[in-house]
């Protein structure tokens, strides 16, 4: 007998729920659940709300791969970024001392952290691969502060559902809910393979995303954003007017 695929199993469940208690009422079901990604149309829209739904409800607790030190990769490759600012130069030049890390939105206690406030925050260290939708992967150490301790910080107000991150490059933004901004394996990273972050690889502070696909792991992290929705927080965050064809939730 073929075993039944995971995808199947959750079809067929969500199908069954359908029959049994209405489109209607299953669609509120699934919804209240937090099963509706925000960039899909709603329940029964394409592929992505299956994904997210199959994952929310298999995968809530699961973990990235974690790989031995010798599988670190050995020229590990960044992929290219858009030119620095001169604001970044400038904090380049000083070494990244004023690097500043700002919380705010549907949170008790704004926050503003430096990187040393985070380095003295418990620490993580993860040996993780980052793989791109393009194809290509790498795996390094990744050293960093678990998010869930700087959210432990600010407070997320009961209502917060999504987590938005930004860079100091604008092109460069993303969000995830809360179930994966408080996940242990995701971190604000500013350490690789025993050193400080490079900047190729989003030194000086990287949000690193293991269970998601690399576009998730934005580079030059300098704000976070809680809130109840993602509508109004910008261009990318839209429901289907987003920059490009990627698809909100990229969990591998
Ligand atoms: N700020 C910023 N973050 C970014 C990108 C970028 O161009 N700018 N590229 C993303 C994409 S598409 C991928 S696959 C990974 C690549 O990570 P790497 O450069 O460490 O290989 O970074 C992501 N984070
Ligand atoms: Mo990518």
Same mark, same amino acid.
Do not use: H, N
């Given at each position: 007998m073929k075993p039944i695929s995971r995808r199947k199993l959750i079809t067929g469940g969500l199908a069954t729920t359908a029959g049994l208690v209405g489109v209607g009422a299953a669609a509120t079901l699934i919804r209240r659940a937090g099963?509706? /990604? /925000?960039?899909? &149309?709603?329940? #029964?829209? /394409?592929g992505e709300t299956l994904t997210y739904a199959a994952q929310r409800i298999l995968t809530r607790h699961s973990m990235a791969r974690e790989f031995s &030190?010798?599988? =670190? !990769?050995k020229t590990p490759f960044a992929n290219e970024i858009a030119p620095p600012t001169d604001l970044f130069k400038a904090h380049q030049e000083k070494g990244f001392s004023d690097w500043r890390l700002t919380v705010g939105g549907m949170v008790a206690r704004p926050g503003s952290f430096s990187l040393s406030d985070l380095k003295s925050m418990p620490m993580r260290s993860q040996i993780t691969e980052v793989a791109c939708e393009e194809g290509w992967s790498y795996i390094a150490e990744w050293i960093g502060t678990p998010l869930y301790e700087v959210l432990h910080e600010v407070g997320p107000l009961s209502e917060a559902k999504y987590l938005a991150y930004f860079s100091t490059d604008p092109n460069w933004w993303e969000s995830i809910d809360l179930t994966d901004a408080m996940h242990p394996q995701t971190c604000l990273t500013w350490g690789m393979n025993d050193g400080d972050l490079p900047v190729p690889f989003g030194g000086p502070l990287r949000m690193r =995303? /293991?269970?998601? $696909?690399? #576009?998730? !792991?934005?580079?030059f992290i300098t704000h976070i954003e809680l809130a109840d929705? $993602?509508?109004? $927080?910008g261009k990318r965050l839209g429901y289907i007017e987003q920059? #490009?064809?990627? !698809?909100?939730y990229a969990g591998m």
């Open positions: 099963l509706v /990604p /925000p960039d899909c &149309r709603g329940p #029964y829209g /394409p &030190r010798d599988m =670190i !990769s =995303i /293991p269970r998601q $696909l690399g #576009y998730k !792991s934005v580079k929705t $993602l509508k109004g $927080l920059d #490009y064809a990627y !698809s909100w």
